[in-house]
C-alpha cells in the first residue's frame, strides 16, 4: 500500500538553528500538506502546496517557515531559525485531489533545546 | 466556538460494547467531514469519510447532520484494538486544509 514517508523520525536541534524536514508523498498525489502537534494538543494546519505553489498557509506559518519541492519527489519544510515553541511533531500528508481526505507520513519529532 | 469541538473523554468500555462519539462544527460551509484514528504518539490514520447519507463500514457508522452541524460515529462490538483517540475532521470550505478537532480517547478493556 502506497505510503508517505519522512525523515528523520525525531531530530533535536538547538534553538536558532535552521532545520529542514523531509517527506516523500504518495507518488500519484498532486496536493501536499504540513500539519503539526504539539504534545497533548490537537492537529494544526500549517500550509499546503500544489502546482508547486503555497495554496493555503496557516497564522502558525510565518515567515520562518518555507516549503519546497526540489525535484519530483521530495517536499520539505524548512524552519529558518527555531525556537522551542517549536517543539512538536510534524506530519507530512498528500492527497489526490482537493476537498478530500488526505493520508498522513508517521511524523518528524522535532524537539528544540 | 471551537472550530471543531468534541469530548475529550476517555470513554472506558468493555470489549463488546457499542460506543458512540459525537463532534460539532461551527463553519456552516464546511463540506467534507471525516473520521480520523490517532493511536499514541502516531500519525492520524483514516478511518472514514462521513457521507451526507451516512455510511458504514464493517462495525463503524458514521452519520451527519448538517442542519445541527453534528457528527457522530458508533462503534460496535468494540475491540481492544479499537482502543484509540478518535479525531473528528472537517474541511470547511473549497481549499484543501483540514480543521481537527481535539480528539476523543477511547479504551476497551477485556
Known amino acids: 500500500e502506497p505510503e508517505v514517508t519522512q525523515t528523520p523520525s525525531h531530530q533535536v536541534t538547538q534553538m536558532g538553528q535552521e532545520v529542514i524536514l523531509r517527506c516523500v508523498p504518495i507518488?500519484?498525489?498532486?496536493?501536499f500538506y504540513w500539519y503539526r502537534q504539539i504534545l497533548g494538543q490537537k492537529v494544526e494546519f500549517l500550509v499546503s502546496?500544489?502546482?508547486?505553489?503555497?495554496?493555503?498557509k496557516s497564522e502558525i506559518f510565518d515567515d520562518q517557515f518555507s516549503v519546497e519541492r526540489p525535484d519530483g519527489s521530495n517536499f520539505t519544510l524548512k524552519i529558518r531559525s527555531t525556537k522551542l515553541e517549536d517543539s512538536a511533531m510534524y506530519f507530512c500528508a498528500s492527497s489526490n485531489r482537493a476537498n478530500t481526505e488526505a493520508f498522513f507520513g508517521q511524523g518528524t519529532r522535532l524537539t528544540v533545546v | 466556538r471551537k472550530e471543531v469541538e468534541q469530548d475529550p473523554g476517555p470513554f472506558n468500555v468493555p470489549e463488546g460494547a457499542t460506543v458512540a462519539f459525537n463532534c460539532t462544527y461551527s463553519n456552516s460551509a464546511s463540506q467534507s467531514f471525516f473520521w480520523y484514528r490517532q493511536d499514541c504518539r502516531k500519525e492520524p490514520k483514516l478511518l472514514m469519510s462521513?457521507?451526507?447519507s451516512g455510511n458504514e463500514d464493517g462495525r463503524f457508522t458514521a452519520q451527519l447532520n448538517r442542519a445541527s452541524q453534528y457528527i457522530s460515529l458508533l462503534i460496535r462490538d468494540s475491540k481492544l484494538s479499537d482502543s484509540a483517540t478518535y479525531l473528528c475532521?472537517?474541511?470547511?470550505?473549497?481549499?484543501?486544509?483540514?480543521?481537527f478537532g481535539g480528539g476523543t480517547r477511547l479504551m476497551v478493556k477485556p
Open positions: 507518488s500519484n498525489h498532486l496536493y
Open positions: 502546496f500544489y502546482n508547486n505553489e503555497i495554496s493555503e
Open positions: 475532521v472537517v474541511n470547511k470550505n473549497a481549499g484543501n486544509m483540514l480543521t
Open positions: 462521513v457521507y451526507s
